[in-house]
């Protein structure tokens, strides 16, 4: 490939369900990749199996990129000079290559049935032969081809193998080698005249002038057969696409990812909180390494630093933890402005409020001691919701902890103190209560402030207690502290 042309990446996937973490780990990389060179970032929707690629799936793909600032240069909603970007609007093209093909004697229509294929599969297996085409019918005469017609056979095309080998330097990997011995004859095209996804990605992917493939490591394979069409096409061995096959995903429990261990789709993540910049700064270092031990890493940052050499080939490992670190580190890294637009997101979602004028006001107070606390935004709604319900009520399990006369004795003695309090803020509400529960009945502070913090938040889990009777307000606090004490 000549060191001249621009890099042209494309990220071509077949959503037969949302987006994945492998699937946008390899749009990231391809991303940034295309980013960090000034090439072209290329989105290619492969649908050809439309039974199970739907429109709903596409335009989810499309949305999920969108969300997460995954901006490509041609594609759907996008154009460009190599289009349309939907498989399904290209089968004439991949028709008229196979035609190509059949003519050029590259390859041939096989009239195997499914049923004779699986029958030497059987043969093969039972005398410990790599399962595979065995090229029955490479070299039909024209009396077997009629024999086969007569007998309402429909054939596949299937691409002649040649004997040898395929050598390629994968970028991440280094040399690698496939004996064509092991990489029978294959399917081009079906028998009802859809392209299998060889045929189509390997003609898309030169028509496309795509420059640099990287992709996941279980396309690996693929690869021979893929060079084996670029060949039939007539493609100059130095004009082939660069490939780089990324590491694979793997759960902590070192297996393949899965709903257990973190390979939910991609609109999961977005439903349960997290941040679209927190998600690529993770998938970033899944396989890859800004370098000097950093971890925490913006958007701008990933396309100024990725390189392929940097890659890992081997696995990575996907660990909740960690994203969850940090997406509390995004979460504190907004600004106020933006913070406030995801927490009011997330309140009126929750039906927490309904974003009036005064509710924005008090979520404005409320929203700077929450920002160093919460870990996803999903927390937000849980944390805040005791400063806006119309009716308040204690959580039934907290309401358990709070039912002892020593919990009882805590919140008459905070309320007398309370009531008489001239300046309600955080500052003296602290000052009174530290003086009164832990100097004066020497409790420990998880004992005193527990009690005051169900009775006035409904919960154990609030935003801090002293700021939260603040915002509250005095009216308010005192009610619900003596609410509490009719309940126990």
Same mark, same amino acid.
Request: proline fraction near 6%; charge should be negative; glycine fraction near 6%.
């Given at each position: 490939m000549s060191a001249q042309k621009q890099v042209r990446v494309r990220f071509a996937p077949s959503p037969t369900g949302d987006l994945h973490v492998g699937n946008i780990r390899t749009a990231l990389f391809d991303w940034a990749y295309a980013r960090h060179t000034g090439g072209k970032f290329i989105f290619r929707i492969e649908d050809t199996d439309r039974e199970r690629v739907t429109d709903e799936y596409i335009q989810a793909a499309i949305q999920t990129l969108k969300w997460l600032g995954l901006n490509w240069d041609e594609g759907p909603e996008v154009g460009g000079p190599f289009g349309p970007y939907l498989q399904s609007q290209r089968l004439d093209i991949y028709t008229e290559w196979a035609n190509k093909f059949l003519a050029q004697k590259d390859a041939y229509h096989c009239y195997c049935s499914a049923e004779e294929l699986e029958e030497r599969r059987k043969v093969q297996m039972a005398k410990n032969q790599a399962p595979g085409y065995d090229g029955k019918c490479r070299d039909l005469s024209s009396t077997q081809i009629e024999q086969y017609k007569a007998q309402g056979r429909k054939p596949v095309v299937r691409m002649k193998m040649p004997a040898g080998e395929t050598v390629f330097t #994968? &970028?991440?990997? @280094? +040399? %690698?080698? !496939? +004996? $064509?011995?092991? %990489?029978?004859?294959?399917? &081009?095209?079906?028998?009802?005249?859809?392209?299998?996804?060889?045929?189509? %990605?390997?003609? #898309?992917?030169? &028509?496309?002038?795509? /420059? $640099?493939?990287?992709? =996941? +490591? #279980? &396309?690996?394979?693929? /690869?021979?057969? *893929?060079?084996?069409?670029? *060949?039939?096409? =007539? %493609?100059?061995?130095?004009?082939?696409?660069? !490939?780089? $096959?990324?590491? !694979?995903?793997? @759960? *902590?429990d070192n297996a393949k990812l899965s709903k257990r261990n973190g390979e939910v789709s991609i609109a999961w993540y977005k439903d349960a909180g997290y941040l679209p910049e927190a998600i690529c700064n993770y998938l970033a270092l899944l396989g890859w390494s800004p370098g000097d031990d950093v971890e925490n890493v913006t958007m701008q940052q990933i396309c100024d630093l990725f390189t392929v050499e940097r890659v890992n080939s081997s696995p990575a490992r996907f660990d909740m933890k960690k994203l969850q670190a940090i997406n509390g580190d995004k979460i504190r890294a907004l600004s106020q402005e933006n913070f406030l637009t995801y927490a009011k997101e997330w309140l009126v979602k929750s039906k927490v409020i309904s974003a009036t004028e005064s509710e924005i006001a008090l979520l404005k107070r409320a929203l700077p001691i929450i920002q160093e606390r919460v870990a996803t935004l999903a927390e937000i709604p849980q944390l805040l919701k005791f400063l806006f319900v119309k009716t308040f009520e204690i959580e039934t399990e907290s309401l358990t902890q709070i039912k002892n006369d020593s919990a009882k004795e805590v919140l008459q003695k905070s309320l007398a103190v309370l009531a008489q309090l001239e300046n309600w803020n955080h500052s003296a509400i602290e000052t009174e209560l530290r003086k009164l529960l832990i100097e004066g009945m020497g409790l420990k502070p998880r004992v005193a402030f527990g009690p005051v913090r169900i009775a006035v938040t409904g919960s154990t889990i609030s935003p801090p207690l002293f700021e939260s009777l603040e915002l509250l307000g005095k009216p308010e606090s005192i009610s619900r502290i003596e609410s509490a004490i009719k309940l126990i």
């Open positions: #994968d &970028l991440i990997r @280094g +040399e %690698v080698k !496939f +004996e $064509h011995k092991y %990489v029978p004859d294959f399917v &081009l095209m079906r028998a009802d005249g859809s392209p299998l996804y060889t045929l189509a %990605v390997a003609v #898309d992917d030169v &028509l496309m002038k795509v /420059t $640099h493939i990287l992709r =996941g +490591e #279980d &396309l690996l394979s693929s /690869t021979p057969r *893929q060079i084996r069409v670029y *060949q039939a096409m =007539g %493609v100059a061995t130095s004009d082939y696409p660069a !490939f780089a $096959h990324l590491p !694979f995903v793997m @759960g *902590q």
